[in-house]
């Protein structure tokens, strides 16, 4: 458990004398965030005894509903844990009209143990088999998100904004377009401000395959647990600051049918304990064999994992030829066909961009389902599939599970990823998507109705 030593939060009540309550955050399975706000007054008491939370956040389908079948409910009386504050993250919220504050937090047992369900400490698990090994993971997340106006259409769709620009809505699919993010740029240059006041590395913003998408990048870290808050964090920016600009953000995976989806692309190499890059080997060409192990590995349980990549029934709308979405588990240099993409870079920067997961997904589950799948290759010594050229998608049929309901199968029938991320977080993870595609599978939607009503 990280302590914190008690001039780090009364420097910050020092600088922020007008701050008038501060947000406790912890991320539920989904990536939501949960918790409690406190009085500035009892920051104390939070860095010294942390707060109580049921257990049961964990066990809570997307629409806030806790899911029995985990055990984490009424059958243990749904009963506390601690939750302790997460060093570092103790900073302003730039977009709330008044003078706020947040802090992430992460979940323990009464013995002081990580909590099994806490995504957080799921990555942290793997995180352990990587220093018994010496080595030291660094990740980077990208994260893909659309911009929508506030109102829906007729049909109550979601719709593109009006540029502030033109005044017109938006149409267009100008990938890298400087233009977009001249016309979005109070957008995005306030983002950039809440970025820094957070601490939150935030690098890279360019416009996407479709109106009103964006990207933002983040810088990579040597620690994936740091990684992950960051871009928990920056989800949390995004949408606060759209908000306030009378825009709305959605990190849906296919908030529309004929356009791009947003994805979840993790940069990830590892260092030695003489902090060199191990991918790296200038006389291959395509990486060292530690890093073809990586990939083999992450090949191996790409299906079984694909549940954590892709978490809800819209996840899958993604996955459609000619969108840059991955359909195996194929790799190729400087390719955005393949699922695994060794990048252009200087080779002290040799890299696998894993590029599976959906913008929806919870960071640190994903982060800690691809590095368990290097651990796995690493350790079993496995080799990659035969690299990719060329067009990944169309040489190479779909063979990840391709719905909901096949890749929870594959989840509850894998062995490497459940054991790997732990069998009882596995049981509670399996059973909130369970029961959650359960539920969504009764309504009948209106498609449904216009195509069937009359005509059967």
């Known amino acids: 458990m990280p302590t914190i030593k008690p001039a780090g939060y009364n420097q910050y009540l020092k600088n922020n004398p007008n701050v008038t309550g501060i947000d406790l955050l912890i991320a539920d399975l989904n990536g939501v965030l949960r918790g409690k706000r406190v009085q500035p007054s009892a920051l104390q008491k939070v860095f010294k005894d942390g707060i109580c939370l049921p257990a049961s956040v964990f066990a809570l389908d997307i629409t806030g509903v806790t899911v029995?079948?985990?055990?984490?409910?009424?059958?243990?009386?749904?009963?506390?844990?601690?939750?302790?504050?997460i060093p570092g993250t103790l900073a302003n919220i730039p977009w709330h009209q008044k003078e706020m504050g947040q802090l992430l937090m992460t979940m323990y047992e009464a013995d002081h143990q990580p909590f099994f369900a806490d995504p957080r400490q799921v990555l942290h698990g793997i995180c352990t088999k990587f220093k018994e090994l010496?080595?030291?993971?660094?990740?980077?997340?990208?994260?893909?998100?659309?911009?929508?106006?506030?109102?829906?259409?007729?049909?109550?769709?979601?719709?593109?904004?009006?540029?502030?620009?033109?005044?017109?809505?938006e149409h267009n699919t100008q990938v890298y377009a400087m233009n977009d993010l001249d016309d979005y740029g109070e957008f995005l240059e306030t983002v950039s401000k809440g970025a820094y006041i957070q601490g939150i590395p935030a690098d890279t913003a360019l416009a996407e395959y479709a109106p009103g998408q964006f990207e933002i990048n983040l810088k990579h870290k040597p620690d994936p647990l740091t990684a992950c808050d960051n871009a928990i964090l920056l989800k949390r920016l995004i949408k606060g600051v759209s908000w306030n600009l009378g825009l709305q953000t959605t990190f849906m995976a296919k908030p529309?049918?004929?356009?791009?989806?947003?994805?979840?692309?993790?940069?990830?190499?590892?260092?030695?304990k003489e902090k060199k890059n191990i991918f790296m080997d200038p006389k291959s060409g395509?990486?060292?064999?530690?890093?073809?192990?990586?990939?083999?590995?992450?090949?191996?349980?790409?299906?079984?994992?694909?549940?954590?990549?892709?978490?809800?029934?819209?996840?899958?709308?993604?996955?459609?030829?000619?969108?840059?979405?991955?359909?195996?588990?194929?790799?190729?240099?400087?390719?955005?066909?393949?699922?695994?993409?060794?990048?252009?870079?200087?080779?002290?920067?040799?890299?696998?961009?894993?590029?599976?997961?959906?913008?929806?997904?919870?960071?640190?589950?994903?982060?800690?389902?691809?590095?368990?799948?290097?651990?796995?290759?690493?350790?079993?010594?496995?080799?990659?599939?035969?690299?990719?050229?060329?067009?990944?998608?169309?040489?190479?049929?779909?063979?990840?599970?391709?719905?909901?309901?096949?890749?929870?199968?594959?989840?509850s029938n894998g062995k490497i990823i459940k054991e790997l991320l732990g069998t009882d977080f596995s049981h509670v993870y399996y059973q909130t998507r369970y029961k959650e595609m359960q539920e969504f599978d009764r309504h009948v939607t209106p498609l449904e109705i216009d195509w069937y009503l009359r005509t059967v």
């Open 286 to 411: 395509t990486g060292s064999t530690t890093l073809h192990y990586a990939i083999g590995g992450m090949a191996d349980t790409m299906a079984e994992s694909m549940a954590i990549f892709c978490p809800n029934a819209n996840s899958y709308r993604r996955f459609q030829p000619d969108l840059y979405v991955p359909m195996a588990p194929t790799w190729g240099l400087d390719n955005r066909t393949v699922a695994l993409r060794i990048p252009t870079s200087p080779e002290s920067d040799k890299r696998i961009e894993h590029r599976v997961s959906g913008a929806d997904a919870n960071p640190y589950l994903v982060v800690a389902a691809i590095l368990a799948g290097i651990y796995n290759g690493i350790e079993n010594k496995i080799n990659p599939p035969e690299i990719t050229m060329g067009d990944a998608i169309a040489k190479h049929p779909a063979s990840l599970p391709m719905t909901w309901i096949e890749s929870l199968k594959a989840f």
């Open 68 to 85: 029995e079948e985990t055990g984490l409910g009424v059958s243990q009386g749904d009963s506390d844990r601690i939750c302790h504050p």
């Open 134 to 169: 010496r080595l030291t993971p660094v990740v980077a997340v990208e994260l893909e998100f659309y911009l929508l106006d506030k109102r829906r259409d007729k049909q109550k769709n979601p719709q593109p904004p009006i540029s502030p620009a033109t005044g017109k809505r």
């Open 256 to 272: 529309y049918a004929k356009q791009a989806g947003s994805g979840m692309h993790i940069h990830v190499s590892l260092l030695n």
